[in-house]
């Protein structure tokens, strides 16, 4: 039990772990009441856990699939580039599965070198590739990696599939970069759901000219989604970007653009100030629900601090515009850098899902370093009010970074995320990006 939401931990030990272990906390509510007895009321966070590492390809516990376990679906020197980094995850109809990453001529970052001296590899800004692979049975097996032909060095991919359509029978997968030489946001499309590929266009002339910089408005990786349209039957697009990185010192926000027309034009609207690397899910009717990382004082990390939660924050207008939700149940980033977190919606917005690493084993949280991430213990969340409150399981130990998600069934969930390659000798930290199917269903259970 555990007294105060900021005190919360997982930990682990190096025991093995039972097939059916859970590890969850939840905020209370009426059920939780009725259920646990507790000797005072200012009890915040409730810890139950089973104490373990999680080895690559084995099971955390009834709700991953026991017949797909851990897939590596990109690994530290892919393309000839020592790093894969970030994670991105869409469903262009079927069992078809499209993943994505960045590779990066880099070490640092959460990919280093694990023996010997550096040389430290430093030239990313001039070798960085998006990759993809596709899989065409709900990722229990994946093809050959593949580049997305931009011609330019970019970073930051975002993939959203746009639904079939009378022209367009295979609907549309859309990839949105953004170009490291000039600052402008890149769009590249595939008519054959990821087989072939357009040029890449330009679509910089929709947004802000103050938001181009080198610095400037970047898609915030993971995926995008449709909602309903009041011009569009097949639905209307939203992405999602931010500006002003932290490490450069400045403000940062997050951004929700959209399309009414498949992506031929786009349009800014919503900027939500002092957050960044937001995601959204699809609520229902008109809902969206939108999950961001906190933007932090970057002299914060001088010294251990309380964990910021995570901002949270909702449209009632199809994403036109978004309220800060400061009533939503609490959830944190990992450590005082914090890291990347994936948000789906099932059910029409009845389960709400998000996934991010749990952070380190210690408290309080320590200062961020080359050596300290916190991005440790990947944890899934679930809310059935819409975010107000939550309750989790750890489905994954060891090494979690940045990450996404996609909706396979009624009751399965796919998710990617960085992590050590097990056997890797030469490569620590985010390595790797894995692949695990999760059944919810069995995950959560109805108490």
């Given at each position: 039990l555990y007294h105060d939401i900021a005190d919360w931990e997982f930990k682990r030990k190096t025991s093995s772990c039972p097939a059916a272990a859970v590890a969850w906390f939840t905020l209370?509510?009426?059920?939780?009441?009725?259920?646990?007895?507790?000797?005072?009321?200012?009890?915040?966070?409730?810890?139950?856990?089973?104490?373990?590492?999680?080895?690559?390809?084995?099971?955390?516990?009834?709700?991953?699939?026991?017949?797909?376990?851990?897939?590596v679906v990109f690994k530290h020197g892919d393309g000839g580039l020592w790093c894969a980094r970030q994670a991105g995850l869409v469903k262009a109809g079927g069992q078809r599965v499209l993943a994505f990453t960045e590779l990066w001529n880099y070490t640092g970052n959460f990919c280093f070198l694990k023996t010997g001296p550096p040389p430290e590899i430093n030239d990313y800004g001039l070798f960085q590739e998006v990759a993809y692979r596709i899989s065409d049975d709900n990722g229990a097996t994946w093809g050959p990696l593949k580049l997305l032909p931009t011609q330019t060095v970019v970073w930051n991919p975002q993939v959203v599939y746009f639904p079939p359509g009378p022209t367009d029978p295979n609907g549309t997968v859309l990839v949105h970069v953004k170009d490291k030489v000039t600052g402008g946001i890149l769009q590249v499309a595939s008519s054959d759901r990821g087989d072939t590929w357009g040029a890449a266009v330009n679509i910089s002339s929709f947004f802000p000219r103050n938001l181009l910089a080198l610095d400037g408005l970047r898609p915030s990786y993971g995926h995008g989604i449709v909602v309903p349209s009041a011009f569009n039957r097949r639905g209307r697009l939203l992405m999602t970007g931010y500006d002003r990185f932290f490490r450069g010192g400045g403000n940062t926000s997050c951004?929700?653009?959209?399309?009414?027309?498949?992506?031929?034009?786009?349009?800014?609207?919503?900027?939500?100030?002092?957050?960044?690397?937001?995601?959204?899910?699809?609520?229902?009717?008109?809902?969206?629900?939108?999950?961001?990382?906190?933007?932090?004082?970057?002299?914060?990390?001088?010294?251990?601090?309380?964990?910021?939660?995570?901002?949270?924050?909702?449209?009632?207008?199809?994403?036109?515009?978004?309220?800060?939700?400061?009533?939503?149940?609490?959830?944190?980033?990992?450590?005082?850098?914090?890291?990347?977190?994936?948000?789906?919606?099932?059910?029409?917005?009845?389960?709400?899902?998000?996934?991010?690493?749990?952070?380190?084993a210690t408290s309080p949280l320590q200062p961020m370093s080359e050596t300290n991430s916190g991005r440790n213990n990947l944890v899934l969340h679930r809310s059935v009010n819409g975010g107000r409150t939550w309750d989790a399981r750890v489905i994954a130990g060891g090494v979690a970074g940045y990450n996404d998600m996609v909706q396979l069934s009624n009751d399965t969930l796919g998710i990617m995320w960085e992590t050590e390659a097990e056997g890797d000798t030469t490569c620590s930290g985010a390595c790797a990006l894995v692949f695990l199917e999760v059944n919810v269903s069995a995950l959560f259970p109805v108490l």
């Open positions: 209370p509510s009426a059920d939780m009441a009725r259920r646990v007895s507790t000797s005072t009321s200012a009890v915040s966070v409730l810890i139950a856990w089973c104490s373990c590492s999680l080895p690559t390809g084995t099971t955390a516990n009834e709700g991953i699939s026991g017949s797909l376990q851990q897939q951004h929700v653009y959209t399309s009414d027309d498949g992506g031929l034009t786009w349009n800014l609207t919503a900027s939500i100030p002092r957050a960044f690397e937001c995601q959204v899910s699809s609520m229902g009717g008109h809902d969206v629900y939108l999950n961001a990382r906190h933007m932090r004082d970057p002299s914060a990390k001088a010294a251990p601090a309380t964990p910021v939660p995570r901002l949270q924050a909702s449209s009632h207008h199809d994403g036109a515009n978004f309220t800060l939700n400061a009533s939503m149940g609490w959830l944190y980033d990992p450590d005082q850098n914090g890291v990347y977190g994936s948000t789906v919606a099932m059910s029409g917005g009845s389960q709400l899902f998000f996934v991010i690493a749990a952070g380190p």
